[in-house]
Structures are given as C-alpha cells and as structure tokens.
C-alpha cells in the first residue's frame, strides 16, 4: 500500500538563498522593522510501496541514502517523519509560510531515483519550500494586520509587496506556532 | 534637436550573463548601447530611449527566477518609463523580472498577473535548451513591428521556469484578443499550439512572449541575441534559417547575413525611430 514519509532537509552551512530573501524582505521591501530572520528548509513529500509506516520509513531511508538526489550529507541536515503539521518546531515568534508549485512536473530527484539510479518503489516525489518567518514581536492570535503582514511577505501581489511565492504558479500556507494554518491568498 | 541614434541601455544585475552578446546585437542594427548598472544613477538612466533586460540568473535565482531584481528599485524606475512609452524588452531571465514586477501583461500597471512557472516536459525536468520556432501573433510589438503577423522565425530558448501561467480567469483570451501576446511556439510550419519539443516548456497556449497593452514592454523567454547573425544558426535546423545557413555555408556571408534575431532589435529600432518621430506618441 501506499505511504508518504515526509524528508526534511536543511543546509548546515549558512542558506545564501534565505540571506537574499531576508535583505530583499528588510532593504527593498521596507521591512525591517517587523521581519528579523529568515530559515528555509525543503520538504519532500516520499510516496513509497510498504506494508505500513515502518516500512515505509526504512524504504526512504534507503533510497535516500542509495541516491544522494535529496540531500548532500556533507553540507545537509535531514530529518524523517510521517507527515508534519506546518507549525511543527516553529518557536514562538516564528510563523511558517510553505509554498509548493501548483502544478509542478515530476520532480528530477523522482525521475533519477527511478530511472537512472535503479530504486524501486518510490512513486512521487513532490517539494515544497518552508519558510521560517523570524518576526521582531511574538506573533498572537488577536494581533491585527498579522495575516496581512504575511501576504506581503508571502504572496506577489504587485510591484511592493509579496516575495515568497507567485500565485499565478505556486500555492502558499502560513503557519502560526499556535497550531493554525490558512492559505495565503493575494492581498 | 532630432537624435540620430538611438540609445539603449542593457541593464546589468547581479547574476545576469547575457548583457554583452545583447549588447552587440543591439548595436548589430545601428543603434548605441550602454551596459548599465543596476544601481546606476536614475537621472541617467531616464536619458535613453529604450532598455533590455538581458538573460541570465538574477540574484542566482534565488527564492524564485526574477523574484528579488524585481523588487529592485532600478526597476520602479524602469515602471515609469514604460507607463511614458519606452520600449523595455525582457529576454529570458528579464521576461522573469517584467511578470514578476506587474509591468507585463499590464492589464492593471504593477499587478502580478501572470507568472513564469517551472518547465513542464515529458519524462524530464529542470533547464531545457533548443532552437523554437515562433509565429508571430502580433506586429504592433516593440520587438515585432518590422515583422508581420503568422511569420515563422526560429529563436533559440534556454531556460528552467518559462512557462506562462495564470489564475486569472479568462486572462489568456483577453491576451490574445487584445494582440498582447507577440509569439508563440509553432510547429515547423508554423502550426499552432504543438507539442513538446516545438512547445518545450508547457507554456499555456503555446506562448512564448507577452507585452503590455501598450506592446513596447514585451517579456519574451527566447533568446534573439543568440540569433543575430546568419553564423549562429545551426546547419542542421529545420525550417527556412536552417536552409538560409546550408545555403551560405561556405561563404562569407555566414559572417555577414543577419540571423533570425535580428529582427527583434530591428523592430526596436524601428520602434524607437517611430516614437521620436512623435508618430506613436507617449502611452
């Protein structure tokens, strides 16, 4: 039967491209007072043939580690779960905001794994970037303008606001460390 | 005092690498061209009459292809020229940056309208490069005026994310019934909306380049300035160039013929030429 194992992967070396989008969020897009860090992490959502989820779990981790498509584990860290809630390990003045491509073609680590590397039994492979929004205040349920302040990072609108994804090609979610999620939406 | 030559500045970001070769094929048809630097100063950069955005990798690409230059301040300025008519060409990595930044398609100046997702093709993923052959869907453009409507050229195409997208319901008609979309990839004969290769991206409808209403801010993912000179197409092409280069090979003027390219910067000077003569007038 099917199963999805959720990989998780970081660099552990400084992340250039969360560098760039944090000076593009501070300097170009005027928010540097409210936007005070940004990490990034790359999900990949593993649909594999097991028996249940252990053995899914002990597939992923061997064609993870066969292929060397997902992760360089000299600069790398990776974790592997079931699947996450978005809000998992955010502290707590960090939201999350995930974006994935609406309507992404197989990815090349799927195809290498399958038909260039020999590994069987992975079905999908689907990415998604998360995104950890360090905020200069804690975020709160009743703090206002909050959904607001994530479109603009999180959504392309127009000119001024809106990085992280672009609605025409990508989806984007953001989520709170309180365990809330909601789609984000162009403002 | 009329200006003899016109002139254009190719904008230089971080991480572009296509601004030379741009350059030359700008001035390949007569007119004078700057490599400007992206945090060049404003004042000088409202001189000229007209502006590329070259291919490459903007900011390595990072978040998004386009996504940060777009915030870029060089490009609020390069917002106003165009809203004043100035013609602005986005190649490849620059088409990336006009989306992005809402200049093109413009229905609402500024508003992100469109985007350019990743490729989609069968059986692989990631960049992709080949020579496309491109109909003409409209000659009112700043990079098609010399030409005419349902010509076939062919131009070459390199990159990862050029697929035109949209969520805006019924954007893409409007596109086409208001002639802003200038081309798209055609079969070799110049049959519409063809499957991968002649489509290589997945692109909707085929489109290959889209402009503002006004058509003199054109984003348009192939690559003329590879294309400028009859040296540049490959022999083994299919189609009218491929016969044009067999036919001069062997003689000087594979060096000196102009190649399919050549065209889009003539459309460009001829648009300039227009628009100073005060024929076409601001937008």
Redesign the interface.
């Known amino acids: 039967m099917r199963q999805r194992i959720v990989l998780t992967v970081a660099l552990k070396v400084t992340d250039?491209?969360a560098l760039?989008?944090l000076e593009?969020l501070q300097t170009?897009?005027g928010m540097a007072d409210s936007v005070v860090g940004l990490a990034r992490e790359v999900q990949w959502e593993l649909d594999v043939e097991a028996d249940g989820p252990e053995s899914a779990l002990r597939v992923v981790t061997e064609i993870v580690k066969r292929t060397n498509v997902f992760l360089n584990p000299n600069k790398h860290r990776s974790t592997l779960t079931s699947v996450p809630h978005a809000w998992d390990g955010l502290d707590d003045d960090e939201v999350a905001i995930l974006v994935s491509?609406?309507?992404?073609?197989?990815?090349?680590a799927a195809?290498a794994a399958g038909?260039r590397i020999g590994v069987t039994g992975l079905r999908k492979a689907t990415r998604r970037i998360r995104w950890r929004v360090r905020l200069a205040e804690a975020p709160s349920r009743e703090q206002p303008g909050l959904l607001a302040l994530m479109r603009k990072i999180g959504v392309?609108?127009?000119?001024?606001t809106?990085?992280?994804?672009?609605?025409?090609?990508?989806t984007a979610l953001v989520a709170f460390p309180w365990g809330e999620e909601k789609t984000l939406e162009?403002s | 005092m009329m200006k003899s030559r016109a002139r254009i500045a190719v904008i230089r970001f971080p991480g572009v690498n296509c601004e030379d070769e741009t350059r030359r094929a700008v001035e390949s048809r007569g007119m004078d061209c700057d490599i400007f630097m992206w945090n060049g100063s404003h004042e000088r950069l409202v001189e000229y009459d007209g502006y590329v955005l070259p291919g490459g990798f903007t900011y390595q690409d990072r978040v998004r292809a386009g996504a940060i230059a777009a915030k870029d301040r060089v490009v609020d300025c390069l917002f106003d020229e165009a809203q004043a008519g100035k013609p602005i060409i986005g190649i490849c990595n620059g088409a990336q940056i006009l989306l992005e930044s809402g200049m093109v398609p413009g229905i609402t100046p500024g508003k992100v309208e469109m985007g350019l997702a990743r490729n989609i093709m069968p059986d692989r993923d990631g960049y992709y490069t080949r020579w496309t052959h491109l109909r003409i869907e409209s000659d009112s453009s700043c990079v098609t005026c010399v030409m005419s409507k349902g010509d076939v050229t062919s131009i070459p195409t390199a990159h990862a994310e050029g697929r035109f997208v949209t969520t805006t319901e019924g954007l893409i008609d409007r596109l086409f019934d208001n002639g802003q979309v200038v081309m798209t990839y055609a079969g070799l004969k110049g049959e519409a909306e063809p499957a991968f290769p002649y489509n290589p991206n997945g692109s909707t409808r085929g489109i290959a380049a889209v402009s503002n209403p006004s058509g003199n801010a054109v984003a348009m993912m192939p690559h003329p300035e590879r294309a400028v000179r009859l040296a540049q197409v490959p022999e083994s092409l299919p189609g009218r160039w491929g016969a044009e280069r067999r036919a001069a090979a062997g003689s000087r003027r594979i060096l000196t013929e102009p190649g399919p390219g050549g065209e889009v910067f003539k459309s460009l000077g001829a648009f300039i030429a227009e628009r100073l003569r005060g024929k076409r007038g601001d937008a």
């Open positions: 250039n491209e760039s989008a593009a170009k897009m491509d609406r309507d992404g073609a197989e990815s090349l195809i038909s392309a609108s127009d000119r001024g809106g990085l992280l994804s672009n609605p025409h090609s990508q162009p």
